[in-house]
T-cell receptor
Framework: GAGVSQTPSNKVTEKGKYVELRCDPISGHTALYWYRQSLGQGPEFLIYFQGTGAADDSGLPNDRFFAVRPEGSVSTLKIQRTERGDSAVYLC?????????????????FGPGTRLTVT | GDSVTQMEGPVTLSEEAFLTINCTYTATGYPSLFWYVQYPGEGLQLLLKATKADDKGSNKGFEATYRKETTSFHLEKGSVQVSDSAVYFCASEGDDYKLSFGAGTTVTVRA
């Protein structure tokens, strides 16, 4: 079946602009995660949704970053007043379940990422 | 919070050589441990995992054993191929369901 998809694959924007990054999770997956990967680093957690609600947004760096998942499927990561330091690859992942009982259903499947460049 | 430290690269090997990438973790509680791989031009893929102490994860000839006493999860492969060239990430997942990743190790295998 289809995996996690993310659009756009690349986004170049000017400093100060607003951007939206979209994630389509695997159909039926209730948990959705956003990570940010800077050059030469591993991905860093941003936010986690269980269904429509943000269960944990502790990784969002500041209030310029916001994410929604209004219908419990597609999610949008929104960045206001972009800064050059926001340049990174933004990764989305989804899993069928979460929680300590999830077992193999908790495996996170990653999308290809959106490369954001702020000039 | 949880953190993962992995061997820095890059690592360059000849085909059929032995590969090991060291990974250690710090965590409260008993995390699940993972190795993810990112092939050129592709997204992150789960390579193997272990969910409790002494478990061994294995896939595609790669192995890693969850060592609680040394808080380690080293990745090994006995005979690498050119197709194993990729970036490898060690990761841990605690009770908060978030993955904490190492910085990644770039492996290049030469024919």
């Amino acid at each position: 079946g289809a995996g996690v998809s993310q659009t756009p694959s690349n986004k170049v924007t000017e400093k100060g602009k607003y951007v939206e990054l979209r994630c389509d999770p695997i159909s039926g997956h209730t948990a959705l995660y956003w990570y940010r990967q800077s050059l030469g680093q591993g991905p860093e957690f941003l936010i986690y949704f269980q269904g429509t609600g943000a269960a944990d947004d502790s990784g969002l760096p500041n209030d310029r970053f916001f994410a929604v998942r209004p219908e419990g499927s597609v999610s949008t990561l929104k960045i206001q007043r972009t800064e050059r330091g926001d340049s990174a690859v933004y990764l989305c992942a989804s899993s069928a379940m979460s929680g300590f009982l999830a077992g193999t259903l908790g495996e996170q499947y990653f999308g290809p990422g959106t490369r954001l460049t702020v000039t | 919070g949880d953190s993962v430290t992995q061997m820095e690269g890059p690592v360059t090997l000849s085909e059929e050589a032995f590969l090991t990438i060291n990974c250690t973790y710090t965590a409260t509680g008993y995390p699940s441990l993972f190795w993810y791989v990112q092939y050129p031009g592709e997204g992150l893929q789960l390579l193997l995992k272990a969910t409790k102490a002494d478990d061994k994860g294995s896939n595609k000839g790669f192995e890693a054993t969850y060592r609680k006493e040394t808080t380690s999860f080293h990745l090994e492969k006995g005979s690498v191929q050119v197709s194993d060239s990729a970036v490898y990430f060690c990761a841990s997942e605690g009770d908060d369901y978030k993955l904490s990743f190492g910085a990644g190790t770039t492996v290049t295998v030469r024919a």
